[in-house]
T-cell receptor, first 108, second 113 residues
Framework: GQNIDQPTEMTATEGAIVQINCTYQ??????LFWYQQHAGEAPTFLSY????GLEEKGRFSSFLSRSKGYSYLLLKELQMKDSASYLC?????????FGTGTRLQVFP | KAGVTQTPRYLIKTRGQQVTLSCSPI?????VSWYQQTPGQGLQFLFE???????NKGNFPGRFSGRQFSNSRSEMNVSTLELGDSALYLC????????????FGPGTRLTVL
């Protein structure tokens, strides 16, 4: 079957660093997406990993290990506006399979 | 460049009714995917259309159907509504394939009473 696991909730303080993990077991794999979704809004694209390793984009970085079926999203210098849900999604060849998302709350 | 638009934004229906939701993708995008989002299940893939053909389908009953028009606009229909169909329905468009980066619309919030 298809399985993508993420923690349900995380909390962190402003200025800190937080790592959101995602493990997956899918029948196919072309790559892995991270999306951010603020409450009541549409998901927006953050990153896409195809090869193993770390992709850095400003305060956000995403890591992939295909052999371990594992990815993480690293958020640095947290800001209040980073409070949102973070969705991990596997490109399963012909469709995206999403995890249930991790709700991150950033406190002052 | 205009983003993905969905209409209506909010909808209230009663059990047994049917509903049609509309999605206009980003200009030039040919793939449109539909998702159901609920608090407990996250985003669940419904189906994907490309060039007016359904290319992929998720594990939803036949009450859920869709179509795509020649201008890439898509509609989804849910017949014989059930309480459990209450959800946010998101449409996403991508250039060619569902595996490409997808751009989401704001969603249609459906409440079934």
């Amino acid at each position: 079957g298809q399985n993508i696991d993420q923690p349900t909730e995380m909390t962190a303080t402003e200025g800190a660093i937080v790592q959101i993990n995602c493990t997956y077991q899918t029948s196919g794999f072309n790559g892995l997406f991270w999306y951010q979704q603020h409450a009541g809004e549409a998901p927006t694209f953050l990153s896409y990993n195809v090869l193993d390793g770390l992709e850095e984009k400003g305060r956000f970085s995403s890591f992939l290990s295909r052999s371990k079926g594992y990815s993480y999203l690293l958020l640095k210098e947290l800001q209040m506006k980073d409070s949102a849900s973070y969705l991990c999604a596997v490109d399963n060849t012909d469709k995206l399979i999403f995890g249930t998302g991790t709700r991150l709350q950033v406190f002052p | 460049k205009a983003g993905v638009t969905q209409t209506p934004r909010y909808l209230i229906k009663t059990r047994g009714q049917q509903v049609t939701l509309s999605c206009s993708p980003i200009s030039g995008h040919r793939s449109v995917s539909w998702y159901q989002q609920t608090p407990g299940q996250g985003l669940q893939f419904l189906f994907e259309y490309f060039s007016e053909t359904q290319r992929n389908k998720g594990n939803f009953p036949g009450r859920f159907s869709g179509r795509q028009f020649s201008n890439s606009r898509s509609e989804m229909n849910v017949s014989t509504l059930e309480l459990g169909d209450s959800a946010l329905y998101l449409c996403a468009s991508s250039l060619n394939a569902a595996g490409n980066e997808q751009f989401f619309g704001p969603g249609t919030r459906l409440t079934v009473l």
